[in-house]
């Protein structure tokens, strides 16, 4: 089945792209450096077909007051704001024109703006490529379906915390809302650029 995209309602979301996950940090991923070359592709196509493009960056204060419950689980001390590795990695930057939330919690939209920007740029359709899939973006693709909006993930463009999870996370966006799991080859065709 051939995959569309509306290009004037749909925005390009990349997902905590930030330094430590390809130069290493407290948090296990797997699958960056195979994400890495793809992301970069997919950021080329979007900016060609001038599709807004939002970018977040998980980044907590030094003091670690705003982590709650985030570190009950597997995850250890990440992202703190003193943290060269928490800066969004060089090669998947924003550039002038594109926009970028910070936010302290797993989902983009959760106690950010992302909804308020969404509505003025007013798209209904996201694309979500990132870090970690079975965290990060499986949440924000869940708030998304809450809120009405359709997505879809670049299934080859997220690193997870590993591949079982990883896996399991695509399978869960999948059963949300059928053909969400696209491939970065369907999202450059859809934008009709070629590598």
Partial sequence: MKFNLDLKRTALISIDFQTYVFTGGSLAIVGAAEVLPKAKQVLVAARQAKLPIIHTQEVHRKQMVDFGRELDGAEQIHCLETWPGTEIYKELAPI???FVIVKRRYSCFFSTDLEILLRGLKVDTLVL???MTNVC???TAVDAHQRDYYFHVIADCC???DWEAHCSALKAMEY?????????????????FSV
């Fill in 96 to 98: 002038e024109g594109e």
């Fill in 137 to 139: 973006v499986h949440y």
């Fill in 176 to 192: 949300l809302q059928a053909g969400a799991c696209i491939s970065h080859t369907d999202f450059l065709k859809a934008t009709m």
């Fill in 159 to 161: 690193a997870g915390s």
């Fill in 129 to 131: 490529m990132g870090t």
